[in-house]
């Protein structure tokens, strides 16, 4: 059973950084591609950023020059480091799997910028 273990959220103000963890286990494969996405309250959930096995990455506009995405293949790992935060960053933040026949998602870690 394939498990994505996710950590680094909580609470920091305006202007501040975290750095979220996912961890993979469960699985002899490595991901093709590995994600974060994030649902603030009311609204539906959005991709933030993905990165392949090849180290491709993808960011949504509204994150580009503040976050990096980064993946430890070995370890099966992703992270998202997060910089220059806004209040409008607030949100439960998800890790995503894609094995291409499937994908996963964590149970999700709460990201809050507030003062």
């Known amino acids: 059973q394939v498990q994505l273990v996710e950590s680094g959220g909580g609470l920091v103000q305006p202007g501040g950084s975290l750095r979220l963890s996912c961890a993979t286990s469960g699985s002899i494969l490595s991901p093709y591609a590995m994600g974060w996405y994030r649902q603030a309250p009311g609204k539906q959930r959005e991709l933030v950023a993905t990165?392949?096995?090849?180290?491709?990455?993808n960011y949504a506009d509204s994150v580009k020059g503040r976050f990096t995405i980064s993946r430890d293949n070995a370890e099966n790992t992703v992270y998202l480091q997060m910089n220059s935060l806004k209040p409008e960053d607030t949100a439960v933040y998800y890790c995503?799997?894609?094995?291409?026949?499937?994908?996963?998602w964590g149970q999700g870690t709460q990201v809050t910028v507030s003062s």
């Open positions: 990165i392949t096995s090849g180290l491709t990455t």
């Open positions: 995503n799997a894609d094995f291409r026949t499937r994908a996963y």
